[in-house]
């Protein structure tokens, strides 16, 4: 069991390029199947097999929030569904996964849902937060949280701590 996924990241570290589209198609496919079984609609044969199809039979069948303005680009296309926040205008790659964003949220035990934050940080660029706590040391502290592109993936981004109020470091 253990050996299976050595193999995987062993290959995603020799060509990120070419893992990561196809960790993205998994995790579309997978999305695109609990849709399907949670509907009970049929998902097409050709969503398994054509990122359009599949692209087409999630935009139909999840629906996705509207949020603003996007942080790359500045239209107000900004919205988000089960998996992903994205821009859907065209030539725009923004996207900030949900399980990125719940997992900072649960790292720092805020106490705020994750659409809610993205719809926020997309509107403000930058937001103070009271009382974060550190899972280490549960040490409280004040932050500015913000979205920032990722260092890692192009067109992907994240939720962190850009700035202390009065420049103080909270570690």
């Given at each position: 069991?253990?050996?299976?996924a ?35 609609v ?7 097999t054509?990122?359009?199809?599949l ?9 996705r929030?509207?949020l603003g ?6 239209r ?6 089960a998996?992903v ?16 964003v719940e997992?900072?949220?649960a ?9 809610a934050?993205?719809r ?9 937060y ?5 899972q280490p040391?549960?040490a409280?502290?004040d932050a500015d ?10 067109g ?16």
């Amino acid at each position: 069991m253990i050996a299976p996924a050595l193999a995987l990241l062993v290959e995603a570290e020799r060509n990120i390029d070419a893992f990561v589209p196809q960790t993205h198609w998994r995790v579309a496919l997978a999305l695109a199947r609990q849709i399907a079984e949670r509907q009970g609609v049929a998902l097409p044969a050709t969503a398994q097999t054509s990122a359009q199809a599949l692209s087409q039979f999630i935009d139909a069948h999840d629906p996705r929030e509207a949020l603003g303005k996007c942080p790359a680009c500045g239209r107000a296309t900004l919205s988000g569904g089960a998996v992903v926040f994205d821009c859907r205008a065209p030539g725009c790659d923004f996207r900030l996964w949900r399980a990125t964003v719940e997992r900072f949220i649960a790292q720092f035990q805020l106490s705020v849902e994750a659409t809610a934050r993205v719809r926020d940080l997309a509107k403000r660029k930058k937001t103070l937060y009271s009382g974060l706590a550190s899972q280490p040391r549960l040490a409280r502290f004040d932050a500015d949280l913000g979205l920032r592109e990722s260092r890692v993936r192009q067109g992907t981004w994240d939720v962190a701590i850009v700035g202390f109020p009065n420049g103080k470091s909270a570690f």
